[in-house]
Nanobody, 126 residues
Framework: QVQLVESGGGLVQAGGSLRLSCAASGRTFSSYTMGWFRQAPGKDREFVAA????????VYADSVMGRFTISRDNAKNTMYLQMNSVKPDDTAVYYC???????????????????WGQGTQVTVSS
């Protein structure tokens, strides 16, 4: 069982930066592939980025490639999402999630994740 708590959301102007954190409980954090998803009002939850448990392999959605960076600190049981050059289209509730599966092509799908946080709101003003 893993409990996830996101923090760091808020209001930011377009072009600005924000860093989200996801704190995980439990002693096996490094065994999970971790991901970030987001959901805007009236839209489906969409994949943002994922990172492998050990080794730091990462994958990104095309919409955030080059602007967002996912990272993790296994010693602190924490994952991060550094968001740079944000746009109004980035406005959404951001969720962190943990998967028992590896970084395969299916990791883009929310069904691959077992544990979810409660979400943190990010609002980008134009």
């Amino acid at each position: 069982q893993v409990q996830l708590v996101e923090s760091g959301g808020g209001l930011v102007q377009a072009g600005g930066s924000l860093r989200l954190s996801c704190a995980a409980s439990g002693r096996t954090f490094s065994s999970y592939t971790m991901g970030w998803f987001r959901q805007a009002p009236g839209k489906d939850r969409e994949f943002v980025a994922a990172i492998s448990g050990i080794g730091g392999r990462t994958v990104y959605a095309d919409s955030v490639m080059g602007r967002f960076t996912i990272s993790r600190d296994n010693a602190k049981n924490t994952m991060y999402l550094q968001m740079n050059s944000v746009k109004p289209d980035d406005t959404a509730v951001y969720y962190c999630a943990a998967s028992v599966y590896g970084l395969t092509y299916r990791i883009y799908q929310k069904e691959e994740y077992t544990y979810w946080g409660q979400g943190t709101q990010v609002t980008v003003s134009s």
